[in-house]
Nanobody, 127 residues
């Protein structure tokens, strides 16, 4: 299994930006895809974005498309989520997840495609 550690959460005003990081350790030669999910109080965990490579491809929830960008630094085994034009409704705990490339490629937006999860990082957007 891959060990994941998120960082970069915090408090920001509406319209501001944050960048989340997810450092991965373990796994088998980087043979996994990674995603971000979020969970607001009283709501179910929802898909935000995912990235796979060989070949490269990214996936986004409609609610964040054009505002969020997922990227990776393979040398650092780190995936980033750049969040711009943040809205109060983006407030949630954000979780990083990793799963095998083959499974995530089929269903990147489903939590059950991912087998490893980080502990989460809080993002709060004030109005």
């Amino acid at each position: 299994q891959v060990q994941l550690v998120e960082s970069g959460g915090g408090l920001v005003q509406a319209g501001g930006s944050l960048r989340l990081s997810c450092a991965a350790a373990g796994g088998t030669g980087g043979n996994y895809a990674m995603g971000w999910f979020r969970q607001a109080p009283g709501k179910e965990r929802e898909f935000v974005a995912a990235i796979r490579w060989n070949p490269d491809n990214t996936y986004y929830a409609d609610s964040v498309k054009a505002r969020f960008t997922i990227s990776r630094d393979s040398a650092k085994n780190t995936v980033y989520l750049q969040m711009n034009s943040l809205k109060p409704e983006d407030t949630a705990v954000y979780f990083c997840a990793a799963g095998s490339i083959g499974i995530v490629a089929v269903m990147p937006r489903l939590a059950r495609a991912y087998e490893s999860w980080g502990q989460g990082t809080q993002v709060t957007v004030s109005s």
